[in-house]
């Protein structure tokens, strides 16, 4: 018995003496599998299984990456899900109704507009709806010339670098604002003509504020019919604003200190009061983030003018760091 025991210790002995040093780290991750994870991951919020719909799983990606706007993720599904239905119409030799996918998105500055864009169009170049998928971001001093006949040939222009892709016009309803001797409308005259003569070759996405975009529509008779989707970017909640800058910050490798985020919620919440009307959502979160990783540049190499600071020091982010762009 004695013998026994001593041949166990001995074999735990050698068990202990050949175990990898940091073994512990590997058994108790904080993270679960991915493979655990990918049947959530994978499924849209209707509960089909995207990992059978390879195309849209990829896009669908891209948009997991974005904090929020899950009912523009929903209508993106949409979209897809009726052109493949369309495509076994087609092949079932039913009707299948020609789509249109001109685009209206509302909302305040920074609310994702843009990116929701740029998404949309490589979506619509896989699908095989616009043979390029490129976007091209335009505004008013894009489209309105300078005398009579110049603006018709400036739009003209800037319609055949978007044909393929994603014409998108930001602050659109400026080209309403001048009345009817503006050349604005003229512009406007202009993109929808194009949008009855090159069907499908293009995807005119008009963006702006709410209640200026609804005013543009009835600007013009041929407006209404010819966007059947409006899309609402809603403001983003304070709590998605950090969310958004800690992804910022970690997407470039750096660290938010508590005293940070707290700082930046203060910063956030006092100007949303303070102009509620002109608060930029993720732009101003964005500008902050840049300002303080500037900041903390100038504050390391004051405090290191010749040598390296730890790596810790270099991607810590401290409250001091956004302290001076405060107002």
Do not use: C
């Amino acid at each position: 018995m004695h013998s026994r025991s001593q041949a166990a210790q001995a074999s735990t002995d050698v068990v202990s003496q050949n175990r990898p040093s940091r073994q512990i780290n590997v058994v108790l991750r904080p993270y679960d599998p991915p493979q655990a994870l990918s049947t959530e991951i994978e499924k849209s919020s209707t509960g089909i299984d995207l990992e059978r719909h390879h195309t849209f799983a990829e896009i669908n990606k891209e948009f997991d990456r974005l904090i929020g706007l899950q009912h523009i993720k929903d209508i993106a599904f949409e979209l897809y899900a009726m052109i493949q239905m369309n495509r076994r119409r087609e092949q079932a030799g039913l009707a299948s109704s020609n789509q249109v996918y001109h685009m209206l998105f509302k909302g305040n500055p920074g609310t994702g507009k843009t990116t929701v864009a740029r998404i949309m169009a490589k979506m619509f170049q896989q699908l095989g709806i616009l043979s390029k998928g490129h976007l091209i971001e335009a505004e008013r001093a894009d489209l309105v010339g300078e005398y009579i006949g110049h603006t018709a040939q400036k739009t003209r222009d800037l319609l055949k670098k978007s044909m393929g892709g994603v014409l998108f016009i930001d602050e659109a309803y400026s080209l309403a604002r001048g009345g009817e001797k503006d050349f604005g409308k003229e512009a406007v005259d202009t993109l929808v003509k194009a949008m009855e003569d090159h069907k499908n070759q293009f995807v005119l996405i008009l963006a702006g504020y709410s209640d200026e975009m609804d005013s543009l529509i009835q600007t013009n008779s041929g407006l209404p019919s010819r966007f059947p989707i409006h899309i609402d970017f809603p403001d983003y909640h304070v709590d998605q604003l950090l969310q958004i800058a800690e992804t910022m910050a970690k997407d470039q490798d750096y660290v938010l200190m508590p005293q940070t985020l707290a700082l930046l919620k203060d910063m956030i919440l006092e100007e949303k009061v303070m102009s509620p009307h002109l608060f930029s959502n993720a732009r101003f979160v964005r500008n902050l983030m840049e300002k303080a990783m500037r900041n903390q540049a100038v504050r390391l190499l004051s405090l290191y003018p010749e040598q390296s600071p730890g790596k810790l020091e270099l991607m810590t982010l401290h409250a001091e760091d956004l302290k001076s762009e405060r107002k």
